[in-house]
C-alpha cells in the first residue's frame, strides 16, 4: 500500500511543506532492503560493533536503583556539565568553564537546536558537501535553506575550496556548517583551514555550527584533529555540537551536548524544555562515567578503527576497480566504482551480489552521487571478510 491509497492521504496537502517535504533517508532505504538478509555485514550506519562498556552500563543501573527517576535539570544535570568541562579541559590543553555546556538527547537535538538558534525561513546556511544528510533535513524542516557547496576531488581525495564557499555567502547567509573529521568523506580540516575558516565567518559576521564529533578519531599520530578551540577568541559565533555516540559506543542511548557561550544558557534551556524536557538522569550518570573513565576505551576504539581503515583502503584498492584515498579521520570509507554513477542501485546491487550493507553516496547530497559509504568501526575479522566479498562481487 502506497502513501496515496492510505486511507486520509488527501489530508497530506493540508500540512506544512517543510514537513511534507522532509527527505526520506536514502541510507535507510538500502538498509530496508537488505537487513533481513542472512549474513549480510552490515557497514551502512554511523556506529560500532563493540557495546557500551560495562562500567558506563553500571553508573545508569545505580541511578535507577537510586530511583533517579524524575524530572531533571533542563541545562543537565551539574555532575554531567562538569564532567564534561573536566574533559574539554583535558582534551583542549586550555580551561573549560561548565557554564558552557547543555546536555541534549542526541547529537541530532543538538543539530536541531543549533539551527532554531539561528536560522528561519528565508535564511541561508552552507554545508560543504558530501555531507550527513541529517543537517539538510534539520536546515529545511526548520524553514530555512541549505545551501550546498560541492567539494573538489581528485583521485578519491575530497579537498575544501574556500573561494567556493565564499562565493556562496550572500545577505541572507546565517551561519557555515563545518564538520571535522567528516561523515562521509574522513576529509580532515588542518588548523590553517580551521583559522581560514574561521576569518571568513568573521568577515560576513556569520556563524560557525562545528560538528567536530569525530574529533578523536584521526590517523596521523596526534590525540586528537585541529578545532576551533585552537584558533577562535571567545566572543566568536561558534557553536559546537556534540554526541556521546561514537567514542564511547553509546549510540542508543540518544545524548549529546552543545557547547556555547554562558549568555544562551536560558535560550538553550527553553528551547531543550519544549522539546524533550530534558534528559533522564540515569542516562546523565551514564555519560559522567564515559568522559571520567572511558580514555580507554576510546583508545581502543580509535586503534581499532586505525585497524579497520587500513584492511578497507588496502582491500579495495587491490580490486584496480574504485577510485578512493585513506581518510584523513573519522571511521569511513568513501569511493566510487570505475563505471558506475548509480550508487543507489549499486549499493541495492552489492547488497544482494556480495552480502554486504553499503550507504549510497546519493543520500550525501551533491559531490557523493557517484560514491559508497562503507564504516570501518568494526573488528578486523568482519571487515576482512566483507572486503573479499566486494573483490569477488566487483570482478564480476
Known amino acids: 500500500m502506497t502513501t496515496d491509497t492510505l486511507p486520509g492521504a488527501g489530508l497530506i496537502a493540508e500540512l506544512r511543506p517543510e514537513a511534507r517535504n522532509a527527505p526520506e533517508s536514502g541510507i535507510v532505504e538500502v538498509m530496508n532492503h537488505g537487513r533481513l538478509r542472512p549474513g549480510l555485514i552490515p557497514l551502512w550506519v554511523g556506529e ?4 557500551t562498556p560495562e562500567f558506563i552500563m553500571r553508573a545508569a543501573m545505580k541511578s535507577l536503583a537510586d530511583g533517579e527517576t524524575f524530572y531533571t535539570w533542563q541545562r543537565g544535570i551539574p555532575e554531567l556539565r562538569e564532567a ?6 583535558r582534551l583542549y590543553g586550555q580551561p573549560f568553564s561548565a557554564e558552557r555546556f547543555f546536555v541534549t538527547g ?5 543539530v536541531q537546536i543549533a ?3 539561528i536560522a528561519g525561513p528565508g535564511d541561508e546556511l552552507i554545508i560543504p558537501t558530501p555531507a550527513w544528510p541529517n543537517f539538510v533535513a534539520a536546515i529545511e524542516v526548520g524553514g530555512a535553506k541549505a545551501v550546498c557547496v560541492p567539494m573538489d576531488l581528485d583521485q578519491g581525495r575530497f579537498t575544501l575550496d574556500l573561494d567556493k564557499l565564499a562565493a556562496a555567502i550572500t545577505s541572507r547567509t546565517r551561519a557555515l556548517i563545518v564538520n571535522s573529521p567528516a561523515n562521509p ?5 588542518t588548523r590553517d583551514e580551521m583559522a581560514a575558516l574561521l576569518a571568513l565567518a568573521r568577515k560576513h559576521g556569520i556563524w560557525i ?10 590517523y596521523n599520530g596526534e590525540a586528537r584533529a585541529a578545532s576551533f578551540h585552537d584558533v577562535m577568541d571567545e566572543d566568536d559565533r561558534v557553536l559546537f555540537l556534540q554526541t556521546f555516540s561514537k567514542n564511547w559506543a553509546m549510540t542508543g542511548w540518544r545524548m549529546g551536548w552543545i557547547e556555547a557561550p554562558p549568555v544562551f544558557g536560558q535560550i538553550i534551556e527553553n528551547l531543550i524544555q519544549y522539546s524533550t524536557s530534558g534528559s533522564p538522569v540515569f542516562i546523565q550518570r551514564a555519560g559522567v562515567a564515559a568522559l571520567d573513565e572511558g580514555e580507554a576505551f576510546v583508545a581502543e576504539q580509535i586503534a581499532r578503527a586505525a585497524e579497520g581503515r587500513r584492511i578497507v583502503f588496502e582491500g579495495l584498492k587491490a580490486t584496480n576497480r574504485v577510485s578512493l584515498s585513506a581518510p584523513d579521520g573519522a571511521f569511513y570509507q568513501f569511493f566510487s566504482v570505475d563505471g558506475r554513477t548509480e550508487s543507489r542501485k549499486l549499493a541495492v546491487e552489492l547488497c544482494d551480489t556480495a552480502n554486504v550493507g553499503l550507504a549510497p553516496g546519493t543520500a550525501f547530497g551533491p559531490g557523493g552521487e557517484t560514491g559508497l559509504r562503507l564504516c570501518f568501526a568494526r573488528k578486523a575479522s568482519d571487515l576482512t571478510e566483507a572486503v573479499a566479498r566486494l573483490q569477488r562481487a566487483l570482478a564480476a
Do not use: N
Request: glycine share 12%; aromatic share 12%.
Open 48 to 51: 560500532g560493533d563493540l557495546p
Open 84 to 89: 564534561l568541562a573536566r574533559y574539554h579541559t
Open 106 to 110: 542526541s547529537g541530532m537535538q543538538s
Open 115 to 117: 539551527v532554531r538558534m
Open 185 to 189: 568523506t574522513g576529509w580532515t580540516a
Open 209 to 218: 555550527i562545528a560538528d567536530e564529533i569525530y574529533g578523536r578519531f584521526v
